[in-house]
């Protein structure tokens, strides 16, 4: 015989239901808050945590770049001419930037020429074309702007010497010091300068935070039959300063990243300085400069404070509890404390 359902046993089942539902509806708004609320799949942080299921990519080649020669297209650099376009004349703009990077090997003191302009468009250029302007700016961390647009005829590009061409990532931690690589990637290098010109970065910051961990050695080396990360063994951060318009960077100089590689994670403002060699990695990031050896130290220090886990697109990743302001500032070339050989 069956047992008589008790009264209460339909007052317990609907509070139960009741529960449920609203453990349920709990649930959806978390889901969706958390979809709002973490860094999309689109965003440059996500890409960088998350290319290929690791962090990012690699190539070939150090950062310095010794055999870069890129220069702006449609765009004119003013400056007092070392050598006239009308007396020299040249095939392309690679041969034009070479001819000023002969002039600026440190041998003989100062670099004679620190700006080239090449008119390589036969239809546009006419009679100048193949002309190549050899210049020498007042100051290299401002070059003169003469023009830039569609209409211009002209490709330009800059060339820093040894200890030029250098800027300060100001933290409370110390100065981070990095020479900037204008040959390679000078749309990149030209952003920086454009930071220098309002002389603060409002916004800047480090807000991520990888130690080198069990994987990669002092010296950045990856260690024998350890995992690729994480930890990646980086600092990461934002050069997107508040009321300052950031050009997205187009890819340039995409190599292999090593210890002290200085680059962009995607087309910008967000950016990285790598404290590893990352040979596992595709050629996927733009380097636009690298940090001085001495002070690497002082990145090292930034990545180890302390930090919360997050997951970014899948990827374990770990962040600054407290982000790191930073500031760009300009340098003068003979600070006497710094390495300046590079």
């Known amino acids: 015989m069956g047992r008589k359902p008790n009264d209460s046993e339909p007052t317990r089942c609907a509070t139960m239901i009741l529960l449920l539902m609203g453990l349920f509806s709990c649930t959806v708004v978390y889901i969706f808050m958390s979809a709002v609320m973490r860094p999309t799949g689109n965003s440059a942080v996500d890409r960088l945590a998350a290319d290929d299921g690791e962090f990012g990519g690699g190539g070939g080649g150090g950062v310095e770049g010794g055999g870069?020669?890129?220069?702006?297209?449609?765009?004119?650099?003013?400056?007092a001419a070392v050598k006239w376009g009308s007396d020299f004349k040249v095939k392309s703009s690679k041969e034009c930037c070479e001819a000023c990077k002969d002039m600026c090997t440190g041998n003989h003191g100062p670099c004679l020429c620190d700006t080239?302009?090449?008119?390589?468009?036969?239809?546009?250029?006419?009679?100048?074309?193949?002309?190549?302007?050899?210049?020498?700016?007042?100051?290299?961390?401002?070059?003169?702007?003469?023009?830039?647009?569609?209409k211009s005829m002209w490709t330009s590009g800059i060339v820093f010497g040894k200890g030029e061409g250098i800027v300060a990532l100001e933290t409370e931690f110390g100065a981070i010091h990095v020479k900037l690589l204008p040959e390679c990637s000078p749309h990149s290098v030209f952003n920086i300068l454009e930071l220098l010109r309002f002389r603060h970065c409002a916004g800047c910051q480090f807000f991520r935070a990888e130690t080198r961990g069990q994987v990669w050695d002092a010296r950045g080396d990856h260690i024998k039959d350890a995992s690729f990360g994480p930890p990646y063994g980086l600092l990461q951060g934002t050069l997107g300063a508040e009321g300052i318009p950031f050009e997205t960077v187009p890819s340039e100089?995409?190599?292999?990243?090593?210890?002290?590689s200085v680059a962009w994670v995607g087309p910008g403002p967000e950016f990285f300085i790598s404290l590893a060699n990352h040979q596992e990695w595709k050629n996927a990031y733009t380097v636009f400069g690298y940090v001085l050896p001495e002070d690497l130290k002082i990145v090292e220090k930034i990545a180890q404070l302390p930090t919360k886990s997050d997951i970014w697109t899948g990827v374990n990743v770990t962040i600054l509890e407290n982000p790191v302001p930073l500031n760009v500032r300009r340098i003068k070339s003979s600070n006497d404390d710094l390495n300046l050989s590079s």
Request: glycine share 12%.
């Open 68 to 79: 870069c020669c890129n220069g702006i297209e449609s765009f004119e650099l003013w400056g």
């Open 116 to 150: 080239w302009v090449f008119c390589g468009d036969e239809k546009a250029c006419g009679d100048k074309f193949g002309d190549c302007w050899l210049k020498k700016q007042k100051d290299t961390l401002a070059p003169d702007k003469m023009d830039e647009g569609d």
């Open 253 to 260: 100089f995409c190599p292999e990243i090593r210890r002290g």
